[in-house]
């Protein structure tokens, strides 16, 4: 293992998106920087450029520029176009002869994967370790490599103040960026349907543009349905005032069309929110129908109004999604996952580039 040569740790670099000082999404990548560097590993990362060309230039550089400053890298794997972003990032990686670990996100990589399965092998199989974040992607794509780690996305529980909703209001969140894949204007329709059952049911959403129409749409449709002033729109707010913005409601509501293991979901059950989802992606094995969450179809308004109500109508419902919530968000916490991410980039570091199938140690992969 080669370290950094101040504490002995490895030196990484990782690859991702790192724009929400530019307003983007706050990805995994831009947690997980912050807590290496605090756990003594030297850390650099890319890219915070805010344009997709830019970006990846400043990706392919800095792998290259930096070479000399890191002993191993991290990369983030989307299906679609930041698929090649990948490749490209990786080719450069070898050249270099750093060996990187890939870390696959996002409900669309099956679909893509299945579609180009050779270029999806090679590469997987070039890299030193894969890494999945949920029980979804990694029962869909271990054909493509067998020997995936399961290293779940985290959030630091303490700053998420638990309340227990034993007693829920009829107070819903929407915490998403307005684009169509996770289908804002079902919030709105649902609660369409209950705003005539209970008089003062709000619904609050915040969360970025992403520039798709979805928030325009979203507000016209508030205005077709009369629920102008049940619906609020907060915009996009700073990732610490999340856990804020997330817990204000009583019920939580996860209206995407596919989806993998959203941070936002547990975010909520560490408040104590009652969680209302699609059942789509990784979301079923992320969490239990009936005991952690309601699960409902995609895209049905009357099976998220339905289940909406059983929260504030039937007794006790409430109170054990919350106290079932929390616990389950306890599992995700940094203290347990963090480990795991070390002990990786250790074992990672140092090996040659183009050494695939690190075989991980039983305690990696729990």
Same mark, same amino acid.
């Given at each position: 293992? %080669? ?7 490895? #030196?990484?670099?990782?690859?991702? *998106?790192?724009? *929400?000082? #530019? ?7 831009? @947690?997980?920087?912050?807590?290496? *560097?605090?756990?003594?590993? *030297?850390?650099? %990362?890319?890219? #915070? ?6 970006r990846l230039a400043d990706m392919v550089s800095t792998c290259w520029r930096e070479r000399r400053r890191y002993t191993a890298a991290q990369v983030d794997v989307f299906s679609g176009p930041a698929f090649i972003w990948a490749e490209a990032v990786c ?24 579609? &180009?399965?050779? &270029?999806? &092998? ?7 370790? +894969?890494?999945?974040? /949920?029980?979804?992607?990694l029962e869909k794509l271990r054909s493509y490599r067998p020997d995936m780690l399961l290293i779940p996305n985290a959030l630091e529980v303490s700053r998420y103040a638990f309340r227990p909703r034993s007693n829920p209001r009829p107070e819903l969140t ?9 289908? =804002? ?10 705003? $005539? @059952? ?12 992403? $520039?798709?129409?979805?928030?325009? @749409? ?5 205005? #077709?349905? $009369?629920?102008?002033?049940?619906? %609020? ?53 992320? +969490? ?9 179809? =995609? ?14 109508? @039937?007794?006790?419902?409430a109170a054990r999604l919350s106290d079932a919530g929390r616990k389950k968000a306890e599992l995700f916490d940094w203290n347990t996952v963090l480990p795991r991410w070390i002990s990786l980039f250790e074992s990672v570091s140092g090996r040659e580039c ?10 990696? /992969?729990?």
């Open positions: 293992m %080669t370290g950094n040569g101040r504490t002995g740790k490895p #030196s990484v670099l990782l690859v991702g *998106s790192f724009l *929400s000082a #530019s307003g983007g999404s706050r990805q995994v990548c831009e @947690e997980l920087a912050p807590r290496l *560097s605090a756990a003594g590993l *030297s850390v650099l %990362t890319t890219s #915070s450029k805010p344009g997709r060309a830019a080719w450069t990686l070898r050249r270099a002869g750093k060996p990187y670990i890939l870390t696959l996100h996002g409900g669309g990589l099956p679909e893509f994967f299945r579609r &180009r399965p050779n &270029r999806a &092998r090679a590469l997987l199989h070039s890299a030193a370790a +894969v890494t999945v974040p /949920s029980g979804f992607l929407w915490l998403r960026a307005f684009h169509p894949v996770y289908n =804002p204007m079902l919030a709105v329709q649902a609660a369409a349907r209950l705003a $005539g @059952e209970f008089a003062g049911l709000k619904l609050t959403m915040t969360g970025p543009d992403k $520039g798709e129409g979805a928030l325009e @749409e979203t507000r016209a449709l508030c205005d #077709s349905l $009369g629920l102008n002033g049940r619906v %609020t729109f907060r915009g996009p707010v700073p990732k610490d005032q999340v856990p804020e913005a997330i817990g204000a409601g009583d019920i939580y509501l996860n209206t995407t069309n596919a989806d993998n293991t959203p941070v936002t979901v547990l975010e909520a059950m560490a408040t104590g929110a009652c969680v209302v989802t699609t059942r789509v992606g990784g979301i079923p094995y992320l +969490v239990e129908d009936g005991a952690e969450a309601l699960l409902v179809p =995609p895209g049905d308004p009357a099976a998220m109004a339905a289940a909406i109500r059983r929260i504030l109508t @039937e007794p006790g419902l183009g050494q695939p199938g690190y075989q991980a140690r039983r305690d990696l /992969s729990q």
